[in-house]
């Protein structure tokens, strides 16, 4: 496959601050990718590097086949994680201005933004000015800016940040759609649980640093099975016996646990059992928080703080 994204030894910081520590990575055109991390990671950081807001102190960025950032300019499309856009003007008239700005005619632009404007039933609000929209609809206006041109690919900080459970799978849907036509998509979050359903490929960073990279369903697959997760009501402490337990992550009402090399999963559910009231018991394959927190080696205060982030 061709590379979409290529970077190679990319560093920066800030004074005392390593932001972004030697990256390298490849993300495949018309791939989903995803940046992982907890608040402080480097995901930002390393966005606006690949968009030349900030250049890299060390390193080399090559984006669709272009390291020249005002070759690839109209190729790709950019949803920062601090929103803004023109809060003065119409919805529609702002769409066909930011789509003109891509060398997109005013013609073709109103249709596309139409067609848009339904999907996300917006509609009626495409005379409406941006700043009487609500804050979720204003992030759909601007989710619509940034693929309305039909870029190449798309960079997405943060993409379903302030979207209810509603929105964030209609824009899962979308950039699956959008994939499949062959758009490369690379976005950031800190929400494993959508990463696990929509990317293709991964890196997760920690303090400014790549800890891990690869095909979603490699990295999985190295890490083995066995995993169990379990819903309850009452209060859990077995998965505390290291003889049974050999790691853990507890949110109170949702309990996933690996067991001890030789215990089988039997003996977890009896023990639990004896314990707390089970709604749900399954044995599966490791999710991607519990690979992160075992990847950077977490334990403690820390542990529980990063698992907070990143769930």
């Not at 890299?56 to 601090?82: A, K, S």
């Not at 994939?179 to 929509?198: A, N, P, Y």
């Not at 490929?201 to 990295?219: T, Y």
Request: with cysteine; hydrophobic share 40%; aromatic share 6%.
């Amino acid at each position: 496959m061709n590379e979409a994204l290529k970077l190679e030894g990319v560093s920066k910081s800030y004074a005392e601050v390593k932001a972004v520590q030697h990256l390298d990575l490849v993300v495949n055109q018309g791939a989903v990718y995803g940046l992982l991390g907890p608040n402080g990671a480097g995901k930002t950081t390393a966005i606006r590097m690949i968009m030349d807001i900030i250049k890299p102190d060390t390193g080399q960025i090559t984006l669709l086949g272009e390291t020249d950032p005002e070759v690839r300019r109209n190729r790709i499309g950019y949803l920062p994680e601090e929103r803004g856009i023109y809060r003065k003007m119409k919805v529609k008239e702002l769409l066909v201005y930011l789509a003109q700005l891509r060398d997109v005619s005013a013609g073709e632009a109103s249709q596309r933004a139409d067609r848009w404007l339904e999907r996300f039933s917006l509609t009626q609000r495409a005379n409406d000015k941006v700043e009487a929209l609500s804050k979720g609809n204003a992030q759909k206006v601007q989710f619509i800016g940034t693929v309305l041109h039909e870029p190449e690919a798309v960079i997405l900080d943060e993409p379903f940040s302030g979207f209810d459970p509603v929105n964030v799978d209609l824009v899962k849907n979308i950039l699956l759609e959008l994939r499949d036509g062959g758009m490369t998509i690379i976005f950031s979050t800190h929400q494993m649980e959508t990463v696990e359903k929509l990317c293709d490929s991964i890196c997760l960073m920690h303090n400014g640093a790549k800890v891990l990279e690869g095909p979603l369903a490699k990295v999985k697959a190295e890490r083995g099975s066995g995993s169990i997760q379990i819903e309850y009501d009452g209060r859990a402490t077995f998965h505390q016996d290291s003889s049974l337990v050999r790691r853990f992550d507890d949110s109170g009402r949702f309990l996933e646990v690996v067991p001890t090399e030789g215990v089988s999963p039997q003996q977890i559910l009896s023990r639990a059992q004896s314990e707390i009231e089970i709604r749900r018991f399954q044995v599966m394959e490791p999710s991607l928080q519990q690979i992160f927190l075992e990847t950077v080696g977490v334990v403690g205060e820390e542990r529980a703080r990063l698992s907070a982030e990143v769930q």
